[in-house]
Structure formats: C-alpha cells, structure tokens
Nanobody, 115 residues
Framework: QVQLVESGGGLVQPGGSLRLSCAAS????????MGWYRQAPGKEREMVAD???????NYSDSVKGRFTMFRDNAKKTVAMQMNSLRPEDTAVYYC?????????WGKGILVTVSS
C-alpha cells in the first residue's frame, strides 16, 4: 500500500502563488508515475500535471506557463509551484502516484483563489 499526504493549500488572492507538496509512504518502491489532479465544484476531476519516471512532464493547457511540477523520484515526493493564480484555479487538488499499474490518491487539499 501507498499513502500520500498533501500540504500547502489555502486561500490566496488572484495573481498570487502557492506551492503544494506531496510525500509518499509505505510501499514506495516501483512508484513510476506522479502528478497532480484537481476537482472544482460541480466539475469532474482533471489532470493538472503528470509524468512517468523521469520523462517529460505534461501540463493541462489551462496551467501551462503558470504551474511547474517538481519531482524527486528517489524520495517519491512531488511538488507543484502555482503562480499567477486565477479564481478558476479554485479546486481541491489531489496528489497522484502509480505503482505496478495501480493508482493511489491523496485525500486532497483545498486551494481557494479569491479576493
């Protein structure tokens, strides 16, 4: 089993920045993919950023140029620097990792962008 714990969410004004972090514990060997998803009120969960092993990191079009994902494949940690935040970025953000084809999710952390 893999447990994921997120941190770093909160309330920020439009144009501001936040950094999310996620750490894995448990059976972390062979985790080969990491990323972040989000779910806004009334909407489906969507991919924000993800990547397999040390390969290219994919970003959704809505966050390209504003969000940057950082990962440590050895420590099985992943972070996301979010800049130029917009009200439409308000959502619960979920850390995601994959091991042996099985997906693991954090409990989610709320990010609210509002003045």
């Amino acid at each position: 089993q893999v447990q994921l714990v997120e941190s770093g969410g909160g309330l920020v004004q439009p144009g501001g920045s936040l950094r999310l972090s996620c750490a894995a514990s448990g059976s972390i060997f062979e985790i080969n993919a990491m990323g972040w998803y989000r779910q806004a009120p009334g909407k489906e969960r969507e991919m924000v950023a993800d990547g397999i092993n040390s390969g290219r990191i994919n970003y959704s079009d809505s966050v390209k140029g504003r969000f940057t994902m950082f990962r440590d494949n050895a420590k099985k940690t992943v972070a996301m620097q979010m800049n130029s935040l917009r009200p439409e970025d308000t959502a619960v953000y979920y850390c995601w990792m994959r091991r042996y084809g099985m997906d693991y999710w954090g409990k989610g952390i709320l990010v609210t962008v509002s003045s």
